[in-house]
């Protein structure tokens, strides 16, 4: 007889594995399904995202930016350093071992919640009363079933046609993630967040980057503001050599190194030679092996679940969430939803505002934004007042040396309410968070502003922006 749980989720990525966890507190009996093996062969719970995605691209970032610190801000402190080198081995292995506590980490969470771990990949097999599903391991299968499922399956990265991604010189972001060495000319194909990312951790430790992006424009979902900003920081104050309005053709691999023809925004035919390349072209949902044909589920053409603002499939008690859905490819999101479907099983009434979801990208500076940007509310005819302060002028800015970018905050001009906030700077992944809040109680500009925040702190900036909404800037 098949064993028979409550829930069972497929996929133990953030959105999966913190699902499984609140349905366990709820009190269902839970099974979390999951096959993924680490290079050492072994299987590992949390997915792309902790194991070749958010966790260790964050790792090498912190290393790469650390070593450019050494070589080009400390002397500013009066430190001098000479002969400086980065083991690219021992910075490697720092990663792994994170990657590794944090992956064993939720294994100690699933037993601490009573979650049952099936190693393996699930299949749907069939729906009655309850859900069938395959759960293959090798050679070994077995079946299980389940009262309510939720489907966590996540996402894998986009290659281009025609094009081998081998990992050791064409890669995606899990090869881009384990390079044993620094190549002396390192392509990328994207200039979105992943290619920008692991395009930074390299160039800060010696690779000339080349960046090609088919898009016109330069991180896009973006307000124009930041737009300019980080143009300028990347480009001219880093040296990082992009390409917009690009269309790649042919991509050669030889002994030598790598050849990739395209033409250019003018319609020229060129060459990008490089010694590795990073393909960052996107992400795609992984549903093509989930048997979803086998109980009728409905997927688009784009491979994405369809699914109402419950997370709810047309089929009954089948969910899904994160990547294999509507919505943006954020970690935080899929966590969010986890946690809404596993409530909502429960007989909650979850609601997630997906307005006041904050997005990220981890370049040097970071970039963050949540709710909308100044041309976007131009689009929709609301009328705006906008505030904006750089960190040049904040003490503490200045003493980290971080004294580049800027806060800018967006409110109705009728109702001052927030309607959107964008940072560029060192720390904005953490400035952004009491914007998020803010918007989520939906305060306005004057409630930011007549918030006391603590000084010298990089926070004061955000007050400052939400008082030049109202033209009242005191340090400036």
């Not at 077995?142 to 010189?169: C, F, M, W, Y």
């Not at 393909?279 to 979803?292: E, F």
């Amino acid at each position: 007889m098949s064993k028979q749980f409550d829930v069972v989720v497929i996929g133990a990525g953030p959105g999966g594995y913190i699902a499984s966890i609140r349905a366990a507190q709820l009190g269902f009996s839970v099974a979390c399904i999951e096959g993924w093996k680490n290079p050492k062969g072994e299987m590992a719970l949390g997915g792309t995202c902790l194991n070749v995605g958010c966790i260790p691209s964050k790792a090498l970032l912190e290393s790469s930016e650390n070593f450019e610190r050494l070589e080009h801000e400390f002397g500013d402190h009066g430190i001098s350093v000479g002969g400086a080198k980065m083991d690219v081995t021992k910075m490697q292995a720092r990663k792994d071992t994170i990657v590794g506590k944090m992956t064993k980490g939720i294994e100690f969470l699933f037993r601490k919640n009573k979650v049952t771990w099936l190693k393996g990949f699930g299949r749907l097999v069939s729906k009655g009363d309850l859900v069938s599903i395959e759960v293959t391991n090798g050679d070994a299968k077995e079946t299980v079933e389940a009262k309510n499922v939720i489907i966590a399956t996540g996402s894998k990265a986009r290659h281009l046609p025609d094009v081998a991604v081998d990992n050791i010189n064409i890669c995606d972001n899990e090869g881009a993630l384990m390079l044993g060495a620094v190549p002396k000319r390192l392509g990328v194909i994207g200039a979105g967040v992943v290619g920008l990312e692991l395009g930074s951790v390299w160039r800060r430790l010696g690779a000339e980057i080349t960046v090609l992006e088919a898009m016109p424009t330069f991180l896009g979902t973006t307000d124009e503001a930041i737009q300019k900003e980080a143009w300028k920081v990347f480009t001219k104050e880093q040296n990082m050599n992009i390409k917009l309005g690009v269309k790649v053709g042919k991509i050669t691999q030889k002994k030598t190194g790598i050849t990739v023809e395209y033409t250019d925004d003018k319609e020229l035919a060129q060459k990008l030679e490089c010694d590795k390349l990073i393909i960052s072209v996107g992400r795609i949902p992984n549903t093509g092996n989930l048997g979803g044909e086998n109980i009728g589920l409905k997927i688009t053409d784009r491979g994405l679940i369809e699914v109402d603002d419950h997370c709810q499939t047309n089929v009954p008690n089948v969910y899904a969430i994160g990547d294999v859905v509507r919505g943006p490819m954020l970690a935080h999101k899929a966590e969010d939803e986890g946690v809404a479907v596993a409530e909502f099983i429960a007989g909650q009434k979850p609601h997630i505002d997906f307005n006041t979801i904050p997005w990220i990208v981890y370049t040097s500076p970071e970039i963050a934004w949540v709710g909308k940007n100044e041309q976007q509310l131009k689009a929709e005819g609301i009328e705006t007042k906008v505030g904006q302060f750089p960190f040049a002028a904040n003490g503490r800015a200045l003493g980290q040396g971080t004294p580049g970018g800027f806060v800018k905050i967006i409110a109705d001009a009728k109702t001052d309410r927030i309607l959107g906030a964008h940072i560029i700077h060192a720390h904005a992944s953490e400035l952004i968070q009491e914007l998020v809040v803010a918007m989520e109680f939906k305060a306005a500009s004057e409630d930011i502003a007549r918030i006391v925040h603590g000084h010298p702190t990089l926070s004061e900036a955000v007050r400052e922006a939400a008082l030049a909404v109202d033209k009242r800037t005191l340090n400036m």
